[in-house]
């Protein structure tokens, strides 16, 4: 594997150089130089020669272009649950490099994450540039750290830290590692590797001659707090997990891990570790993780969109419409540093706007998520108008008025006026055809619609909708703008609803009538939060606003097929004027703070119009109330999959996952259904079918693959 040129020692992935006394040891296995097959061979043979080489005092390791190592390959676990066996993974390879005869310095830029904090824990000292961060992630993929992150952690930052960062996920800022006790020194520049290379060697030259102490053999710190015992710091971590991660197990098997660090010798802990790692390995939540992960790179890939295709250039942006979506959208633009022009039709409702905006930066920065200066920077970025005069300059404009049909084509009829020819025009809309907004203008070609969720400044996916017109430029430039915002942009076809909303319909059709036919709004909201969802169906209504789905049905109440059961109680609390929050009022009622509170009048005014239209209530159980509102989401979406306004199952997982708040842990809606089994699912909406009538009739697509014994994971377009 390895060649000798000169005084250096390479393979494709790792590096050796020497420079007088220190020897230096690349990381480079891009993008990442993750731990990848060969790479840790590879720093083994280095370290070897290192060691070897008697002018060689100490080794400095470094990763190579942006990063230190930013985890092991994901790829790796995926062959391990395939092949359902699970070798030693790195654990001797660290401990080859923690017994290495020479002072071993890991300089960390970018970021050290998973296994690279695993191998980051196991040099002897660790120096940082000032904006790198260091984690253990591995809880977001289902497992927990199988190299000796559980074990070496808690020696390093304590017991407390250690359960936090190896249960909850989230990275640690080079500056909170310091002060944890993970990294020995920082270095006072931005990430970059010449510099952080020089303060490297300076650093082993510092320290050369001198004992090294191996961290598994670092024990002072895993005996708690006098004041506060390990029991009450693991106590209080589980609870912590269990609240912010409701229903996963991978975060309470690392803080588990974690404790057999404070019971255990090094090696019984780090074999406890392992044990519990294979656990999460082969669970049904790794899978869907690794499924979700996998799957936000494949919605990239747009089978009849070429990766070479053109790209409009995107310097500026404008936003029709300053409301809770516009201005949220402004702000997704201006956090990515594009200006962009934000315009209302009347000064009162742009101050408005714009006020929402201060109040929202504000926020952030008393939170501490960024500077007062960046917060007035980004402010700087958006400018507000009344007009379209300055229009003309826009590269992309995102039309986010009120949802009307009528409105959207007069606005689009005079952006296709008012725009430069090569602009693309985006519609917010989350219902309307994209192709009839697109015939009031004279370029159908550069429409398209970008439906961000709210708050669009928080929400993480834009269903990006293609028109039947809509050019692969537009489609390809907006694909990659969504990067840029920081969104995960997946694609979808021009329907009713699209794909979110149009599954999102059924779902909540169903939760209104199972309060019809006699469950409780409480029961509904409860047994669908416990399966995992963000919120209950009903106080998502209430969140969103009951009179926007109600303004939605009016417009579209000629396609109802008659005879069809529809529900009847969201509109009648909507011509009372129960619109939910912000009326204080719909499915529940809430006080100043919007808490939200249980309102036997509904309850009771459900019950008077269930036996207007001769409905018997009954007792339903938690489980039907799932099957009811899950199996809905499913059947809907075979049929959107089937008809093609999805291009792949995984899309329709990760617009649920990203977007509706279904839990991660559950791998998205067609995922669950094929863990389910797509034969166990066919069989319930067939029964579902005969109780409760046409809405239920089965999709052709879920009929076929439960018959043939296969799963929505199968399903490949003819």
Request: proline residues 5%; neutral net charge; charged residues 25%.
């Amino acid at each position: 594997m390895f060649e000798i040129d000169g005084t250096n020692h390479m393979t494709e992935l790792v590096r050796y150089a020497k420079e007088d006394d220190v020897a230096v040891i690349t990381i480079d296995n891009p993008p990442v130089n993750a731990l990848g097959p060969g790479v840790a061979e590879g720093i083994a043979a280095a370290l070897s020669r290192g060691e070897d080489d008697a002018q060689v005092r100490a080794i400095v390791v470094i990763g190579a272009g942006k990063t230190f190592v930013a985890g092991a390959d994901i790829k790796e676990f995926a062959k391990m649950r395939a092949s359902r066996e699970c070798g030693p993974g790195h654990t001797k390879f660290l401990s080859r490099v923690e017994d290495c005869t020479k002072p071993v310095v890991m300089a960390i830029h970018g970021t050290a994450l998973g296994g690279g904090l695993e191998l980051a824990m196991a040099g002897h000292y660790r120096i940082a540039t000032v904006d790198a961060q260091v984690g253990q992630p591995e809880v977001k993929l289902g497992i927990i750290p199988g190299a000796g992150g559980t074990q070496r952690l808690p020696r390093l930052a304590g017991v407390a830290k250690a359960a936090e960062m190896c249960s909850l996920g989230e990275p640690v800022k080079a500056r909170d590692a310091f002060d944890a006790g993970i990294i020995d020194k920082l270095i006072e520049v931005a990430s970059d590797e010449t510099q952080l290379r020089a303060a490297g060697i300076a650093f082993a030259r510092e320290i050369a001659g001198k004992p090294v102490r191996k961290t598994r053999e670092r024990n002072e710190r895993l005996a708690g707090d006098p004041n506060y015992d390990n029991a009450k710091i693991l106590a209080t971590a589980r609870d912590v997990a269990r609240k912010k991660l409701r229903g996963r197990q991978a975060p309470l098997a690392a803080i588990d891990a974690v404790e057999a660090a404070t019971k255990l010798p090094f090696e019984q802990g780090c074999a406890r570790e392992r044990e519990l790692f294979i656990e999460c390995l082969f669970s049904a939540e790794s899978s869907a993780l690794i499924h979700a992960f996998f799957g936000e790179r494949e919605v990239a890939k747009i089978p009849d969109v070429p990766k070479d295709t053109p790209l409009r250039p995107i310097r500026s942006a404008a936003i029709v419409g300053a409301g809770t979506m516009g201005g949220g959208i402004a702000m997704v633009f201006a956090n990515a540093g594009i200006p962009v022009l934000l315009k209302e039709s009347e000064p009162d409702a742009l101050d408005r706007g714009l006020a929402t905006i201060r109040s929202n930066y504000a926020n952030s920065v008393k939170r501490g998520r960024f500077t007062q200066e960046h917060a007035d920077e980004r402010m700087a970025l958006i400018t507000p108008t009344l007009s379209y005069d300055a229009f003309s300059n826009a590269d992309i404009v995102v039309e986010a008025a009120f949802e009307a049909m009528a409105l959207k084509k007069e606005i689009f009829g005079e952006l296709a006026r008012v725009c430069k020819p090569e602009a693309i025009l985006a519609s917010n809309t989350s219902t309307l055809s994209i192709d009839e907004i697109a015939s009031a203008t004279t370029r159908p070609d550069a429409v398209i619609g970008t439906h961000f969720f709210s708050p669009a400044n928080v929400m993480r996916l834009l269903e990006i909708v293609r028109g039947a017109a809509t050019s692969r430029e537009t489609i390809a430039t907006c694909m990659h703008l969504s990067k840029r915002l920081g969104k995960v942009g997946v694609l979808v076809g021009n329907c009713r609803g699209f794909v979110g909303n149009r599954m999102f319909h059924p779902y909540r059709r169903e939760a209104q009538f199972l309060v019809e036919e006699g469950a409780s709004i409480e029961a509904i909201d409860h047994a669908l939060y416990d399966f995992g969802m963000a919120m209950g169906p009903l106080s998502v209504a209430d969140l969103a606003g009951l009179d926007i789905g109600w303004r939605i049905r009016k417009e579209h109440r000629h396609l109802e097929k008659p005879g069809v059961r529809q529900p009847l109680a969201e509109d009648k609390l909507c011509e009372m004027g129960r619109f939910g929050q912000k009326t204080r009022a719909g499915w529940y009622r809430y006080d100043e703070q919007r808490r939200q509170v249980a309102d036997p009048e509904v309850a009771e005014l459900v019950r008077g119009w269930s036996r207007e239209k001769g409905i018997e209530p009954r007792e339903i159980s938690p489980e039907e109330i799932v099957e009811r509102c899950v199996y809905a989401l499913v059947n809907e979406g075979a049929r959107i999959l089937e008809e093609g306004f999805a291009l792949r199952a995984v899309d329709i997982d990760i617009i649920y996952l990203n977007g509706y708040g279904f839990p991660a842990h559950r791998g998205g809606p067609m995922w669950y259904a094929d863990s389910v089994g797509l034969k166990k699912v066919y069989e319930r909406v067939c029964e579902f079918e005969q109780a409760h009538g046409e809405n239920w009739r089965p999709a052709p697509l879920l009929q076929q693959l439960a018959e043939q014994g296969k799963s929505f994971a199968d399903f490949q377009r003819s």
